[in-house]
């Protein structure tokens, strides 16, 4: 019994060192220059001299066989170092990553301990006949194929055929953006469920993608994506179909208003594009000068203006009817510089209605004469110059 275990155990530790001089040979052999690339890693310049020192430091100029023994004692601690691609400990990574590695294989052998009791007590109970031969023929043939080419076919039928599970890796969330918050484990389930939510087509392939390689509306839906990650309770979309042509705007707002719709969330749309307002806002605040001009319901601000402002902005939108060639319809001037404080009125000296008492103090936001808006202008409330 003793010789046994003996000769096991001297396999084993054969066994254990050829598989350390294969890893070691495969780092050893990786292409680039190390030193080179840890470098780069800590933003210096890989001057020559810089390059050696680093060598010297991490222990590259050593004769291969003491680089082994280090390689070896610091794989039998279990300090794996720094990664030279990401700067992260690498130890702290695999960490991350056992988790989802450990669900996943008692997840396998969970599976295929059922369905290996199932098979084997039909077999018992119909010996020779198909249940038996059946559940004989798969075990041949779990036994004779290796577990990774299973793994790999797996994989391609659950997540690129049917695309149940992500093929991207557990990193791949975090490449976009994605909050780190909603990291771990489900982190790229709850990324597939936000593409999929924003209606792109295709996610699991999209994930994978660097963002160079998707069009622009795609990039807006990643973002937004992105945003509705937090489950925020709001939020802020500063001009969000900016640079995009008029079918992927109307798309983009499209999609805004049904996710907010759907997750019952508050929107801020900060546009410049009236039409973005009229079609996606239920209110509006028209601001200028970064001050409130005008605010209300946007059927009633955008069909009848009150504020100076609002009906230059209103009136400067090109018509059907303008004749070829006419003249833009702005307001004269041009926007104050916001550097300073601004005593009265910020648009006084663009303002067709300005009387003097315009430039005395900053107009409070009241009511109008509708409840529902309020105009900061006190010659359009009260219907007379200020005094
Ligand atoms: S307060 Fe005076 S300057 Fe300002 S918008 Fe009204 S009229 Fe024009």
């Known amino acids: 019994m003793i010789h046994f275990i003996s000769k096991r155990l001297k396999h084993s530790l054969v066994l254990l060192f050829m598989a350390s001089v294969v890893c070691f040979t495969l780092v050893v052999s990786a292409p680039g220059n190390v030193a080179v690339l840890i470098a780069e890693l800590r933003g210096a310049a890989a001057t020559p001299g810089y390059v050696e020192k680093v060598a010297e430091e991490i222990g590259l100029n050593k004769p291969l066989l003491m680089r082994y023994v280090d390689w070896l004692g610091d794989a039998v601690r279990g300090d794996f170092g720094i990664s030279y691609r990401t700067g992260q400990d690498v130890s702290a990574d695999l960490a991350n990553r056992m988790l989802v590695t450990g669900t996943l294989i008692a997840g396998s052998a969970v599976i295929a301990t059922l369905i290996s009791l199932a098979l084997g007590f039909l077999g018992a109970f119909w010996p020779y006949r198909l249940p038996d031969r059946v559940s004989r023929g798969l075990a041949l043939l779990g036994a004779s194929t290796p577990t990774f080419f299973v793994g790999a076919l797996m994989i391609y039928a659950f997540s690129v055929t049917f695309q149940l599970l992500p093929s991207f890796g557990f990193n791949g969330p975090e490449s976009w953006g994605f909050p780190p918050p909603g990291g771990g484990p489900r982190a790229p389930f709850r990324a597939l469920e936000l593409v999929k939510l924003v209606g792109i087509s295709d996610p699991v392939a999209r994930l994978r993608q660097y963002p160079h390689e998707l069009s622009g509306g795609l990039r807006q839906r990643i973002v937004i994506a992105i945003a509705l990650a937090g489950e925020p309770k709001l939020l802020i979309a500063d001009e969000p179909t900016t640079a995009l042509d008029v079918t992927v705007q109307a798309q983009i707002l499209r999609l805004l208003k049904d996710v907010q719709r759907r997750l019952n969330m508050a929107m801020v749309l900060i546009t410049h594009d009236m039409g973005v307002v009229a ?69 006084a000296p663009r303002c067709e209605l300005a009387v003097p008492a315009c430039g005395n103090s900053r107009p409070p936001l009241v009511r109008s004469d509708d409840s529902a808006v309020l105009v900061a202008c006190p010659v359009v409330n009260q219907g007379k110059a200020a005094a």
């Open 279 to 347: 079609g996606a806002a239920d209110n509006i605040v028209v601001m200028y000068a970064a001050r409130a001009a005008e605010c209300g319901p946007v059927d009633k601000v955008l069909v009848s203006p009150r504020h100076p402002y609002t009906r230059g902005l209103i009136n400067a939108i090109p018509r059907r009817e303008d004749p070829i060639g006419s003249e833009f319809r702005g307001l004269p001037g041009i926007p104050p510089t916001l550097g300073a404080p601004i005593k009265g009125c910020a648009l």
